[in-house]
């Protein structure tokens, strides 16, 4: 059989390249011997018959009120994906979007669509850098490069993990992300996939589980993630974390 992973809106949410997460989870999966494909939704006339996973990236803010609109059409499916534990991956806006709702600076609300509790909540500045976190469930550290106007509130009960450095959700939270059941949101790009293969493998594993398949990381995925270390070794650094404190 086929995995089929959805990139939703990627004209639309792709500022950061983070639409590429499902590319990611497409090759892997060849290279694990899996046949898989990457099917662009950018509406519910789009949707294929079957999903296995699925990636929302980031926009602008121009694009909010245009990309809500889409995903409203595909609220139902959202939802039902979320219930029946197909892994989902929004960053970012992306992210936002899932919430209760984004406020913005000029006072007025975007009503999310309520997949992910929380809210977005302006910033008094812009923050942009280099974002690590120590994850639960077994993932280590995750790294990436945050950039956002807004914290995220109201998910304090269940983040992604702990910022090591970098600001994530803000207010004072100490946390990154937002993770209820198989649904992420975070605020880390990269494309966040391609620099924490770990995330990428258990999106893949859950992906299989559920396709009644069996998931493990090819030889070739074995030679890139060493390049993916290398990037995240001198990340680490930076930040003035061990390298061997991400296992």
Same mark, same amino acid.
């Given at each position: 059989?086929?995995?089929?992973?959805?990139?939703?809106?990627?004209?639309?949410?792709?500022?950061?390249?983070?639409?590429?997460?499902?590319?990611?989870?497409? *090759?892997?999966?060849?290279?694990? &011997? !899996?046949? @898989?494909?990457?099917?662009?939704?950018? +509406? =519910?006339?789009?949707?294929? #018959?079957?999903?296995?996973?699925?990636?929302?990236?980031?926009?602008?803010?121009?694009?909010?009120?245009?990309?809500?609109?889409?995903?409203?059409?595909?609220?139902?499916?959202?939802?039902?994906?979320?219930?029946?534990?197909?892994?989902?991956?929004?960053?970012?806006?992306?992210?936002?979007?899932?919430?209760?709702?984004?406020?913005?600076?000029?006072? *007025?609300?975007?009503?999310?669509? &309520? !997949?992910? @509790?929380?809210?977005?909540?302006?910033? +008094? =500045?812009?923050?942009?850098? #280099?974002?690590?976190?120590?994850?639960?469930?077994?993932?280590?550290?995750?790294?990436?490069?945050?950039?956002?106007?807004?914290?995220?509130?109201?998910?304090?009960?269940?983040?992604?993990?702990?910022?090591?450095?970098?600001?994530?959700?803000?207010?004072?939270?100490?946390?990154?992300?937002?993770?209820?059941?198989?649904?992420?949101?975070?605020?880390?790009?990269?494309?966040?996939?391609?620099?924490?293969?770990?995330?990428?493998?258990?999106?893949?594993?859950?992906?299989?589980?559920?396709?009644?398949?069996?998931?493990?990381?090819?030889?070739?995925?074995?030679?890139?993630?060493?390049?993916?270390?290398?990037?995240?070794?001198?990340?680490?650094?930076?930040?003035?974390?061990?390298?061997?404190?991400?296992?």
């Amino acid at each position: 059989m086929t995995l089929t992973i959805v990139s939703l809106l990627p004209s639309l949410q792709n500022t950061n390249g983070d639409a590429e997460n499902a590319a990611v989870l497409a *090759t892997r999966a060849r290279w694990a &011997g !899996i046949d @898989a494909r990457v099917v662009p939704v950018e +509406d =519910a006339a789009d949707l294929p #018959d079957r999903v296995d996973a699925v990636v929302l990236g980031s926009g602008s803010d121009a694009s909010l009120e245009r990309s809500r609109q889409v995903l409203l059409g595909l609220h139902d499916e959202l939802r039902r994906w979320g219930t029946e534990g197909v892994p989902i991956l929004a960053v970012g806006t992306g992210w936002e979007l899932l919430s209760w709702g984004i406020e913005l600076a000029d006072g *007025t609300t975007v009503e999310g669509l &309520g !997949i992910v @509790a929380g809210r977005a909540v302006p910033r +008094d =500045a812009r923050v942009a850098g #280099d974002l690590v976190v120590k994850a639960s469930g077994g993932l280590g550290l995750l790294v990436g490069f945050e950039n956002h106007a807004r914290d995220y509130v109201g998910a304090e009960a269940s983040p992604v993990g702990r910022v090591q450095a970098g600001s994530g959700n803000g207010r004072g939270s100490g946390q990154e992300g937002v993770r209820m059941g198989d649904v992420i949101g975070t605020h880390l790009h990269g494309p966040v996939l391609a620099k924490n293969p770990r995330l990428a493998d258990a999106m893949l594993s859950r992906a299989c589980e559920r396709a009644g398949l069996e998931y493990s990381p090819g030889e070739r995925a074995a030679e890139v993630d060493r390049y993916a270390d290398g990037a995240r070794t001198l990340q680490l650094r930076a930040a003035g974390i061990a390298a061997s404190a991400s296992a």
